[in-house]
């Protein structure tokens, strides 16, 4: 076992040198007078002046506002702050401005495909091609582009075509079924759908033309379906009047790309972060916001440039594909893989990271968890000679996790661990080249970044643990929430605990050197191999099945990287939770939601908790799961049905070592 905050690693003078943060530094001493001995009074200083802050991330990273902005920040309070009024920009041009004939800017590879490449002058072709397309076909700025597709080059290509018109980009992965894709483009009202007729995953092909077409009927805003034809070269399209993709961008296009400039605050993208209640968050990121923030956070906390290869394993319907693709904007390679992350061998992510030769290599710590777990070695079998860094993100990381890349993969080895969100498409709590890794502990707050720690009384508190909150705004985030036209649920998602501070839901703790860990979520939502689930999609699928009443549902942090999430039903009169009842649950949640929404394990319980406001008691119930006392846990003064609280007081103090986790 390793200690919490152990040294594992420090950056020699020659990291340092050629930290793209060191060269941001000497920038600002050069240019600005600003000299900052060390990487916390920088953060200060960022925090302290933002508007100072972020005209120096324009200016170092020469973004380009084709009109130019009359203010940085007028608008100061959350939510409604208002960034860069008056400039106009795009953010696909600020992406492709980076083409280099004949150098790479995608490698991808699947299952059933090795390990191939896309220049930049490939990739802007058949963004060109595709663009004139759209534009051909009505598409315009503000108008919805969504896409039911892997992880591809092809969904990469048509992101950038859309938003090089100024259209509103959003996705859902394939494996998403059928409610959980129209619960979210059901609220945005879609004009274009991309999609594909299947997928391939762990050594099956998934035929979804059925799916699709099902989608297609459900959204009347649609007015083209564009379709390519993925893993049958002979399918027909999820309906008649599909485009064909191969078709579309067969011809050249008659000139060049023309970006449309839009607001800084245009929409760019509509990504969802699951709530407790109701309908996925529908969130707007825009232009402007992101363009800044993916500079920063990519240079300057990733330490990605031109000649970079950045790599994370994702899907096309997680905020880290938008990231990842979003590597290009500072001129790095992306590499996407499409496929299982132990298919067609376990360790197929270190090989492809050795193949595409990946300066920073990015997962989640489960997956970590996974290769301890199977004895892999990465080192013994491929060479890393390019490897400068390892980015988890997705859930916290454990001392042995971080431990064990030094061991297995490299020693000299940057390893960070950064936290953020769908929310803000950005991290709060992020890596920072030229400082030391400690075991278990994020380096630092980000810079920009105003995120402390609060204790129950709102004071920000240093080595103790408190609720993440952000106290000042950044550009990334959410310009509003789709259909919420008062602002209403993007006030209540965030700020009703401290009014105009962003609480973003995770435990948080700050040490007095600026170090930070991430302790789980606070809030009910589930955080699951690293992408946020609602509770409300899995209890809108399972309560309409006959035989359950009602149901609850938690994850549960576990030492050692590890989740547990248990399901609680209560059954109708006459029904048995047997073993065709569990299927039957597991299937549905499987087939109308995802794989990452099926349970561990599941329970039949006499009640569910409920405020007396009519809430499922969710947080009370994790907090008594996880060993906090039942009287800090939950008031049963505040319950409707105070006995029903008793069935889980037994159950954590009967299963308080999680065995069943086991």
Known sequence: MIDEGELLWTPDATR??????????????AERQLDFPDYESLRAWSVADLDAFWTSIVDFFDIRFSTPSTAVLTRREMP?????????????????????????????????????????????????????RLRALGVAPGDRVVAFMPNIPQTAIAFLAAASVGAVWSACSTDFGVRSVLDRFQQIAPTVLFCVDGYHYGGRDFDRRAETAQIIAALPSLAHVINLRHIDAGATGPVPQALDWHELVATPAPAPLDYTQVPFDHPLWIVYSSGTTGLPKALVHGHGGITLELHKSLALHCNLRPGSTMFFYTTSGWIMWNVLIGA????????????????????????????SRATLFGASPTYVGMMQKNGIVPRERYAYDALEGVLLSGSPVTPESMQWLYDAVKRDLWVTSQSGGTDISAGFVVGAATEPVYAGEIQ?????????????????????VGELVCCQPMPSMPLYF???????RYRE???????????????FKVNARGGCYIQGRSDSTLNRYGVRIGTAEIYRTIETL?????????????????????????LKPGSVLDETLTARINAALREQCSPRHVPDRIYAVPAVPYTLTGKKLEVPV??????????????????????????????AREQRDYRIAG
């Open 16 to 29: 340092i040198e050629a930290a793209e943060l060191t060269r941001y530094r000497r920038w600002l001493a």
């Open 80 to 132: 409604g702050a208002q960034w860069f009024p008056g400039a106009r920009l795009n953010f696909a041009e600020h992406v492709l401005r980076r083409a280099r004939p004949g150098e790479v800017a995608l490698f991808h590879a699947s299952e059933t495909s090795p390990l191939t490449t896309i220049t930049w002058d490939e990739l802007l072709e058949q963004v060109t091609r595709l663009a004139a």
């Open 328 to 355: 290009l904007i500072v001129g790095a390679a992306a590499v996407i893989y499409d496929g299982n992350p132990a298919s067609p061998e376990i360790d197929v992510l270190w090989r492809l990271a050795a193949e």
């Open 444 to 464: 630092v707050r980000g810079l920009g970044v105003d995120v402390q720690a609060f204790d129950d009384e709102g004071r920000s508190v240093v080595d103790a």
């Open 482 to 488: 789709w259909n919420d036209p008062d602002m209403r």
């Open 493 to 507: 998602a965030y700020f009703t605990e401290y009014p105009g501070q962003w609480r973003h839901g995770d435990f």
């Open 546 to 570: 006959d035989g359950i009443e009602d149901s609850l549902v938690v994850n549960l942090d576990l030492p050692g990287g590890r989740f547990f999430m248990p399901m609680f039903v209560k």
């Open 622 to 651: 994790r907090k008594l799961l996880m060993g906090i006392d039942v009287a800090k846990a939950a008031s049963r003064d505040a319950m409707m049905n105070p006995a029903s609280l008793d069935y889980f007081i037994d159950f």
